[in-house]
């Protein structure tokens, strides 16, 4: 393993990568190389590498990007390889793809990797950081790479603490990093429905917010929630209360005023709403990581209902 990794070979790996992809095409159409934005992902670990593949696969048909995958061990050393991603869209005969870069590195390195990544980032393009997994709440180590990059993905539910997950990216905000987190993400379906009922009058003259979750302590998007509500309801009571054992989530709702609204999730896929002695069932989108992602890579700019949220 080399000590030193120069992104001139890297770059040149990247070359030969596509003069192979333009040889072997099976199809009259050959390949077209789509690159849309770099996307600059941290892994936890070689088996977080392995399920990242599949994600990255799915994400580059809507996002097509200059993927550089950060393999992060505790041991020192450095190494790199290069790798696509295709696929062909039905009923065409062209192959579609995007390339990659694997970069094997320890934590303690990553002020060599910053200055590695520099000229692989593609110029003129949007550059993100999504960081998977807890150490970026508990450890410094990603400063090196904030320069790098216009937007910084995280997600606060993998954290042993959310609210110090939450205070770690207001941190960052006020430093001026704009920051997107998956667990605020995920309330996009919920925050929609509320809406809805606000505007067909369904939930009117509204006192007080009880929001239960479970687990051993409130789920970050339980948290955001909340704060989101008192936001919306400035003058109702916004209270957070245990619903239960299990993981952390957010259970259930109920909106009290001129009349008594209850919002449950009695599987994953669904929410119902009681409300004047009837119930509403509504569709929710499951959201898997390769749809929260795909969500955040759409909004490169700030969200100011998020920020408001962090204040």
């Known amino acids: 393993m080399p000590a030193i990794l120069e992104p001139e070979k890297i770059l040149k790996d990247l070359r030969n990568l596509w003069s192979d992809l333009g040889r072997n095409a099976e199809t009259s159409g050959g390949v077209l190389r789509a690159c849309g934005m770099t996307l600059v992902v941290a892994a936890e670990s070689d088996a977080d590498c392995q399920d990242l593949r599949h994600t990255l696969g799915v994400l580059m048909h809507d996002h097509p990007a200059r993927a550089i995958v950060l393999q992060l061990n505790e041991k020192p050393g450095l190494d790199a390889n290069v790798f696509s991603q295709c696929w062909m869209p039905f009923g065409k005969h062209q192959q579609i793809c995007a390339e990659g870069i694997e970069i094997k590195a320890g934590v303690t390195e990553l002020s060599h990797v910053a200055q590695l990544l520099l000229p692989l980032i593609v110029s003129d393009l949007p550059a993100v950081l999504w960081c998977r997994g807890a150490r970026v709440f508990t450890e410094n180590a990603f400063t090196p790479l904030l320069p790098l ?18 205070a770690a ?8 990093r704009l920051v997107a987190d998956l667990a605020w993400t995920k309330l996009t379906g919920l925050r ?13 003259g509204i006192k007080s917010a009880q929001i239960f979750y479970g687990g051993d302590m409130p789920s970050p998007s339980s948290l955001y929630f909340a704060a989101w509500m008192e936001r919306v309801l400035p003058d109702a009571h916004v209270e957070l209360k245990l619903g239960g054992e299990g993981t952390r989530s957010l259970r259930s709702i109920v909106l009290s005023g001129e009349a008594e609204v209850t919002i449950t ?42 920020d408001k949220v962090l204040e």
């Open 192 to 204: 929609e429905l509320m809406a809805s009922l606000f505007d067909e009058g369904l939930a009117t």
């Open 265 to 306: 999730r009695p599987d994953k896929a669904t929410l119902e709403v009681h409300a004047g002695g009837r119930v509403r069932r509504s569709k929710m989108v499951v959201f898997s990581e390769e749809v929260l992602m795909s969500e955040e890579l759409s909004i490169l700019g700030p969200d100011p209902v998020f």
């Open 169 to 176: 990216i207001r941190e960052l905000r006020k430093q001026g």
């Open 149 to 166: 990059v216009q937007k910084m993905i995280v997600d606060s539910t993998t954290a042993p603490d959310p609210k110090a997950a939450i």
